[in-house]
T-cell receptor, first 111, second 116 residues
Framework: DAKTTQPNSMESNEEEPVHLPCNHSTISGTDYIHWYRQLPSQGPEYVIHGLTSNVNNRMASLAIAEDRKSSTLILHRATLRDAAVYYCILRDVDAGNMLTFGGGTRLMVKP | DTAVSQTPKYLVTQMGNDKSIKCEQNLGHDTMYWYKQDSKKFLKIMFSYNNKELIINETVPNRFSPKSPDKAHLNLHINSLELGDSAVYFC???????????????FGSGTRLTVV
């Protein structure tokens, strides 16, 4: 899987929007952009994924740059429960099914 | 009803012992995985397994071996445990060839292994 770059940590205030950036300048045409998060003392959980178009689901929104070299995970109203490590992962399903995690961004949410 | 369940949740054992961690998934997925998360919190893939293929991360010592009695189970056996094996081990499953959420991984809640 191609490499992604994320900030080590970010802070947010509760009930404010949060924008988590991810750079993936070496993304290939068959790479999907996936986001997972890991809450304290839990296993990672799927958040959202996309290929080219922006995506929305009940958890978050994913904004993908036109050149696909970067993306942003958007939490519309952060809650204390959103404090977690967020991982941006490129996944080329043609190259196999392995999911390779990087360092992620630790999101801290202040009340 | 837990989708991916691991047992035990905590495991404390002495160096040199042999131990197993069990994993079961009820999602009907055809591929299962083991990940190791060390004290620095990096998640590293150890094994990927479906009924056709076992993929082993080359950095995993051969003291670690996955055993799959059936499609819904992938157990992790560890021989001659060492202090450095202390970590949290996560089991996961997915549907091979799926994309996005359909092919997304579902993780268990982890097993914290402490070797003393």
């Amino acid at each position: 899987d191609a490499k992604t770059t994320q900030p080590n940590s970010m802070e947010s205030n509760e009930e404010e929007p949060v924008h988590l950036p991810c750079n993936h300048s070496t993304i290939s045409g068959t790479d999907y952009i996936h986001w997972y998060r890991q809450l304290p003392s839990q296993g990672p959980e799927y958040v959202i994924h996309g290929l080219t178009s922006n995506v929305n689901n009940r958890m978050a929104s994913l904004a993908i740059a036109e050149d696909r070299k970067s993306s942003t995970l958007i939490l519309h109203r952060a809650t204390l429960r959103d404090a977690a490590v967020y991982y941006c992962i490129l996944r080329d399903v043609d190259a196999g099914n392995m999911l390779t995690f990087g360092g992620g961004t630790r999101l801290m949410v202040k009340p | 009803d837990t989708a991916v369940s691991q047992t035990p949740k905590y495991l404390v054992t002495q160096m040199g012992n042999d131990k197993s961690i069990k994993c079961e998934q009820n999602l009907g997925h055809d591929t299962m995985y083991w990940y190791k998360q060390d004290s620095k919190k990096f998640l590293k893939i150890m094994f990927s397994y479906n009924n056709k293929e076992l993929i082993i991360n080359e950095t995993v010592p051969n003291r670690f071996s996955p055993k799959s009695p059936d499609k819904a189970h992938l157990n992790l056996h560890i021989n001659s445990l060492e202090l450095g094996d202390s970590a949290v081990y996560f089991c996961a499953s997915s549907q091979l060839g799926g994309i996005g959420h359909a092919g997304g991984y579902t993780f268990g809640s982890g097993t914290r292994l402490t070797v003393v």
